[in-house]
């Protein structure tokens, strides 16, 4: 093999490493069975989440985990394999590929990283449970109101008992 050839697949993996020091959270997928129409919606939604996914060999995407400590992703590199990568949202990638996987059955969740751990397929189902920011925002604004909320509904109780009440 040439020099030139080594030192493009080098330079590959360091990318492909990079992009894993980068990423928030990775999902690993096979994608055998998906048509051309699928592939192509599953990827607007993962851009329009921000999350990028890529076709990687699987040599190139061993030897990035393992520049990174991820050996236990070794395993998953088998057969055609997607990487979804998002350096922001860390539940989106796992959210939308839950989606796809649930709707189509060809697309299977193999594996991935949570902020930088190993995760396993059902802590990546467990992560793509969680609602998406602004769900999580709308429940917390829900929490925060609810002790004014309360106290408004007290004062106001109380007003209209006086209110009933027959004057002396």
Do not use: H
């Not at 330079?11 to 959270?25: D, L, N, P, R, T």
């Not at 051309?36 to 890529?54: C, H, P, S």
């Not at 394999?81 to 998002?86: E, L």
């Not at 004014?148 to 004062?155: K, P, Q, T």
């Amino acid at each position: 093999m040439s020099e030139a050839i080594q030192a493009q697949k080098a330079e590959i993996v360091k990318g492909v490493s990079e992009q894993f020091k980068a990423a928030s959270s990775v999902v690993v997928v096979n994608y055998r069975g998906l048509t051309v129409a699928q592939v192509t919606d599953l990827r607007k939604e993962l851009r329009d989440a921000g999350v990028k996914m890529e076709v990687i060999k699987n040599t190139y995407l061993r030897r990035a985990a393992d520049a990174n400590g991820y050996e236990d992703l070794d395993e998953v590199f088998t057969g055609p394999t997607a990487v979804a990568f998002s350096n922001d949202d860390v539940v989106a990638p796992a959210r939308i590929m839950k989606k796809f996987a649930d709707k189509i059955e060809a697309l299977e969740i193999k594996g991935g990283i949570i902020e930088g751990k190993v995760a396993t397929l059902d802590q990546i189902n467990e992560l793509a449970s969680l609602p998406d920011r602004d769900g999580l925002l709308s429940m917390l604004l829900s929490v925060l109101q609810a002790p004014v909320r309360n106290v408004a509904y007290a004062i106001k109780a109380v007003a209209e008992s006086k209110d009933e009440q027959p004057a002396a």
